[in-house]
């Protein structure tokens, strides 16, 4: 099994591109989670889904979207980059969470820089 | 004051000391508590849970102290290995994963 797998590894945009980040996990997990890492900051929540067709807002959702169209992907995009999405970008998934915390699996990271 | 702190280090000890981490929380809803390792330019990774009863694996020990509201990991016989980042992670339930990152505490073992 891969796991949780992200692609791109890296990017640099230009302010004002777009791009969309892919997310695979082949554990066939109902939840699915994309979260941005700064430097002091943590691991802050910016979308995450609770099975294939839904989505809902984290705590960072400003200037993102997402899709889940298929259980086992979740993308993350970017309409407009600026330069304060310059981050590492970090996908999740987990079985089923209902009240309790089940294990969260994380992909590898996809470093963005916006110039 | 933020939900989850913890001393961003770095802690530098020698192979072999005894090193200990603590991370403070301020909501009292919280539920589940737990502990991640990060390695440089890695993704985290669930190192162990934290029970109320405290709970061992290996060389680490992790406890929670509800009334003080505080979780701690004790790492014995520190290996090189075990040079990283742990973070401080929270869970306050709730229907889907209410789940809070720390900032971590950086590690490095020397030799």
């Known amino acids: 099994n891969a796991g949780v797998t992200q692609t791109p590894k890296f990017r640099v945009l230009k302010t004002g591109q777009s791009m969309t980040l892919l997310c695979a996990q082949d554990m066939n997990h109902e939840y699915m989670y994309w979260y941005r890492q700064d430097p002091g900051m943590g691991l802050r929540l910016i979308h995450y889904s609770v099975g294939e067709g839904t989505t809902a807002k984290g705590e960072v959702p400003d200037g993102y979207n997402v899709s889940r169209l298929k259980k086992q992907n979740f993308l993350l995009g970017l309409e407009s980059a600026a330069p304060s999405q310059t981050s590492v970008y970090f996908c999740?998934?987990?079985?089923?969470?209902?009240?309790?915390?089940?294990?969260?699996?994380f992909g590898p990271g996809t470093r963005l820089t916006v110039l | 004051r933020k939900e989850v702190e913890q001393d961003p280090g770095p802690f530098n000890v020698p192979e072999g000391a005894t090193v200990a981490f603590n991370c403070t929380y301020s909501n009292s809803a919280s539920q589940s508590f737990f502990w991640y390792r990060q390695d440089c330019r890695k993704e985290p990774k669930l190192l162990m849970s934290?029970?109320?009863s405290g709970n061992e694996d290996g060389r680490f020990t992790a406890q929670l102290n509800r009334a003080s509201q505080y979780i701690s990991l004790l790492i014995r016989d520190s290996k090189l290995s075990d040079s990283a980042t742990y973070l401080c992670v929270l869970s306050r339930g709730g229907g889907y994963q209410k789940v809070t990152f720390g900032t971590g505490t950086k590690l490095q073992v020397i030799p």
């Open positions: 934290v029970y109320s």
């Open positions: 999740a998934s987990s079985d089923l969470g209902g009240g309790n915390y089940n294990e969260q699996f």
